[in-house]
Structure formats: structure tokens, C-alpha cells
């Protein structure tokens, strides 16, 4: 628009100056020398406005295309082609199968087995009981007849056949174990002599070696002297065999 007015105004004191008027407080002085940058100028304007204008022109359509309702596209009527049908191949027919007839069975001729041979077995049998009846029956009555043996005699060989039966072995006597007293039970003598025996534990087994007896808060085994003169000389499952000066005291524990 600055353009347009300058124009104008460049006119209005061109024509005022042809008509000798005096320039008015809008003329503009008459330039003495060409601007040689004026055209430039005014190209460059120019294509400046060119340049405005096409852009909002390019604007525009768009916002046109994006603000536009979307159109269904008409569905393309595409003729589907369809496929010729292929000609049928002539397939060779298979060659007709003659039928064959079952052949018939052989029948071979039955061939009845050999009769069976008389074994010498049969023949041993049927000359058995000819040899048995022509033994004489007065044998057998006689043997029969026979007296039988006398009890007395089988009684005898039997008292015979049976072993006399040996004595046992003589066990030991009674009299070869020393008695075994209680501490009630030991002469006054003894029993004034024998120490004091306080058994607190005890451990039996089968086998001699693993048994033990704690006297007086010791442990002992079979053979061992607590005291002088006193021998453990057994441990039993509840009791306990002492040698003291001879005699066998028992003690329960």
C-alpha cells in the first residue's frame, strides 16, 4: 500500500508543478538525480507480494482439503474376470483286468500209516503170565504153612539191639562251692571285720567283661579289691557277689 500512496503522491505534484501551482504541504521535492535503487526496489516489493500471495492462496487449499468433509470414495467397480473353466483332460481308461479263475486245490491221496510193529515188550508180557502159570501152586501153600518165628527170640534180639545207657557225668558237688551268706547270715567275727559296702550304680551284660559295679562313688569290675581283703567276685542283675576272708557274701543292691 506504502507503494500505491507514494505513486499518488509523486502524481499529484507532477500535475500541480505542470499546472505552476505551488507544491502543496504533501508534494514531495522532484528528485535532481535518478535513484538507481529504486527499481530494485520495487522488483524486490513486488516479488514480495508475489510471494504473499501465493502462500496464501497455498493456505488457503489447505485449509480447505482439511477442513472439508471426507467424501467416501465410490467403490471401484472392478468386473472380476472370471477364470475360463479349464477343458477336462481326457483321462486314458484303465485297461479292463480279465478275471482270473481260483485254481483248484490239489488234493493229495491219504496215505493210511503203517500198521504198528509189535514190540518185544508186548512179546516179554504175553510170555510173563504163560511162565507164571506153569510155576506149581504147592510152593506157595507150603511157604504159607510155614511156622512163624517165636516171639521170644525177636523180643530178645530187640532187648540186645538197644545200647545200655551210660551214667551221666557225676556233677560237682555241692560241697566244692563255698555257701553263700548275707551280711545277717556271716559268723560275728566276720561280719565285725567286713567293711562298709554302699553301691550307687551298677551295668549288667551278658558278657563278664563289660560289667560294672560303682562302690563307694568307684567304678569296678569283676576281679577288682575295693577294700582289703574284700574281692567283687560277681555282678548279678540285682546283686552282687563278695569274697571277704574266705566267705561268699552276697549283697543286693
Do not use: C
Not at 511162565?131 to 510155614?146: D, V, Y
Amino acid at each position: 500500500m506504502s507503494y500505491i500512496l507514494d505513486a499518488l503522491k509523486k502524481a499529484d505534484a507532477e500535475r500541480e508543478r505542470g499546472q505552476g501551482r505551488a507544491p502543496g504541504l504533501h508534494a514531495r521535492p522532484a528528485p535532481m538525480v535518478d535513484d538507481p535503487a529504486e527499481p530494485a526496489t520495487r522488483s524486490l516489493g513486488v516479488a514480495v507480494w508475489v510471494i504473499a500471495g501465493l502462500l496464501g492462496a497455498l493456505v488457503v487449499v489447505l485449509g480447505w482439503r482439511l477442513w472439508a468433509p471426507a467424501e467416501a470414495p465410490e467403490p471401484a467397480q472392478a468386473s472380476a474376470v472370471v477364470p475360463a473353466a479349464p477343458a477336462p483332460r481326457a483321462e486314458p481308461q484303465p485297461a479292463p483286468v480279465k478275471p482270473v479263475a481260483p485254481a483248484a486245490p490239489v488234493i493229495e491221496p491219504f496215505a493210511p500209516p503203517p500198521p504198528p510193529q509189535p514190540r518185544a515188550d508186548a512179546a516179554r508180557s504175553t510170555e510173563a503170565p504163560a511162565l507164571r502159570t506153569a510155576e506149581p501152586t504147592p510152593s506157595i501153600t507150603a511157604s504159607r504153612n510155614a511156622a512163624p518165628t517165636p516171639p521170644a527170640a525177636s523180643g530178645a534180639s530187640i532187648t540186645e539191639a538197644r545200647p545200655v545207657a551210660k551214667p551221666a557225668a557225676t556233677a560237682s558237688r555241692p560241697s566244692d562251692v563255698p555257701a553263700l551268706y548275707t551280711p545277717q547270715t556271716l559268723p560275728e567275727a566276720v561280719r565285725r571285720d567286713l567293711p562298709a559296702i554302699a553301691v550307687s550304680g551298677a551295668m549288667y551284660s551278658e558278657t563278664p567283661a563289660q560289667r560294672m559295679l560303682i562302690i563307694n562313688s568307684q567304678v569296678f569290675r569283676e576281679g577288682d579289691q575295693p577294700q582289703p581283703e574284700l574281692v567283687l567276685e560277681e555282678i548279678r542283675l540285682k546283686s552282687a557277689v563278695f569274697r571277704f576272708r574266705g566267705h561268699r557274701v552276697l549283697i543286693a543292691y
